[in-house]
């Protein structure tokens, strides 16, 4: 059985949006410099927030290797939940990271490149599903 004509297309569109949101989700933080950062706690975990493009980060483990910047406020769990969007690094995500700690070489660089890459790829193929 068929879906309704008019139920694929508002589906196709929303399929789009939420394409063309991640896309513009993934070059904000590709390009962010990550200067605007606020503590929080996820589930009683600490985190970081960055405030201009939404990455966030879990201080267990290794701390803090990518919101590193000093934090300069705290945000509730709530307004964390509202701004938090793309990529969370967990601490199963830094190990590139960890590889290539000085955050000066390029190395640091384009693993931190390949972490959001491969954030990107998985919304990609879960929209494909």
Same mark, same amino acid.
């Given at each position: 059985? &068929?879906f #309704?004509? =008019? !139920? #694929?297309?508002?589906?196709?569109?929303?399929q789009?949006?939420?394409? #063309?949101?991640?896309? @513009? %989700?993934?070059?904000?933080?590709?390009?962010?410099? @990550?200067?605007?950062?606020?503590? /929080?706690?996820?589930?009683g975990?600490? %985190?970081?927030?960055? !405030?201009?493009?939404?990455?966030?980060?879990?201080?267990w483990g290794?701390?803090?290797?990518?919101?590193t910047d000093e934090?300069?406020?705290? %945000?509730?769990? /709530?307004?964390?939940?509202?701004?938090? %969007?793309?990529?969370? =690094?967990?601490?199963? &995500?830094?190990?590139?990271?960890? &590889? #290539?700690?000085?955050?000066?070489?390029? /190395?640091?660089?384009n693993a931190?490149? *390949?972490?959001?890459n491969?954030w990107?790829? /998985? *919304?990609?193929? *879960?929209?494909?599903?």
């Amino acid at each position: 059985m &068929k879906f #309704n004509k =008019i !139920l #694929n297309e508002q589906r196709d569109i929303i399929q789009q949006a939420k394409t #063309n949101f991640i896309t @513009h %989700v993934y070059e904000e933080q590709r390009n962010c410099v @990550h200067d605007r950062i606020a503590d /929080s706690d996820f589930l009683g975990q600490p %985190v970081r927030i960055c !405030l201009k493009c939404g990455m966030s980060e879990l201080g267990w483990g290794p701390g803090y290797l990518v919101l590193t910047d000093e934090f300069r406020a705290t %945000v509730t769990r /709530s307004e964390y939940r509202d701004w938090s %969007v793309g990529l969370f =690094i967990t601490d199963e &995500k830094k190990s590139l990271l960890i &590889k #290539n700690r000085d955050r000066a070489t390029n /190395s640091y660089t384009n693993a931190l490149k *390949q972490i959001l890459n491969d954030w990107y790829e /998985s *919304q990609d193929k *879960q929209d494909k599903k």
